[in-house]
């Protein structure tokens, strides 16, 4: 068995926003070299704080109370800033949410995407500019000059994320966070992202933490998955156990409940109160044991 590349180890934090509300409660997981990995879960389940602990982002008003995030046998969580900085944007990468906003207006393209070759891999410009286009190409961008002459707002949404994602691998990292990185496209864009995230993971043999709340996505694009409701993983495993053989009541009810990326339309059963109310029991009772 291959040693993990990224191993969460019973990470605990609080907002202090609220009181000291507890916004992750002993997180674990490990996630091997080349693996998709979904973090999945309802809005504020922890998902993105995750992420955010991963890239190094924390915000000051979350505080981490306990564990550890090492990514290949160093600490991220008290690494000094500058060996993080070596990391974020060359080692590990993010797949923003929103395409419309990641990308500044006001810059053509092609200088949004060579200044990070310049800057992380001391590309020239002719050396970045050549590395930008073929990666446009590689995510299946046509006319790629006219693209790298274009600025955001000339450009779909579709190919903005195309464009963030040929960002995201262009320093050859060993990690990726795509944090929902197809909520704000329609369905079908939304299938060929996940489809082009998935070739670019696999023909660079990239690990990917994918965040999303969609089950649905998980079983497209996830070779395994943690589930996690309040901060707390509810189950973890391969996506097709988990899916096939989801052994927790909210795992069933959420498996029910849809939606289907692929069949928005089919109708949705609502997760039951009575397993949000047996979840916080759980929950409470494991705090207070
Ligand atoms: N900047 C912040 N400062 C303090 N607490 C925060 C901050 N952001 C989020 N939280 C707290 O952390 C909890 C988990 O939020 P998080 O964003 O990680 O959830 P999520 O699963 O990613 O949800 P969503 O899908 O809505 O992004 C929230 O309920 C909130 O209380």
Redesign the pocket.
Known sequence: MTSPLLSIKALSAV????AN?P?LRAVSLDLRPGEVHGLV?E???????IAKAVLGIL?R??KVTGGSVRFEERDLLTLPPRALRDIMGREITLIPQDPQTALNPSRRIEAQLTDGLRLRLGLSAAAARARALALLEEVQIRDPERVLASYPHQLSGGMRQRILIAAAFAPGPKLVVADEPTTALDVTVQKEILRLIRRMQRAHDTAVIF?T?DLGVVAKICDSVTL?YA?KVIEAGTTAAMLERPAHPYTRALIAAGPRYDRPEASLTPVPDAIFRQLRQDIEQTESA
């Open positions: 907002s202090t926003r609220e509300q916004v879960g809005s504020g389940a922890g998902k993105s704080t915000p008003t979350v965040v709340h996690l901060g």
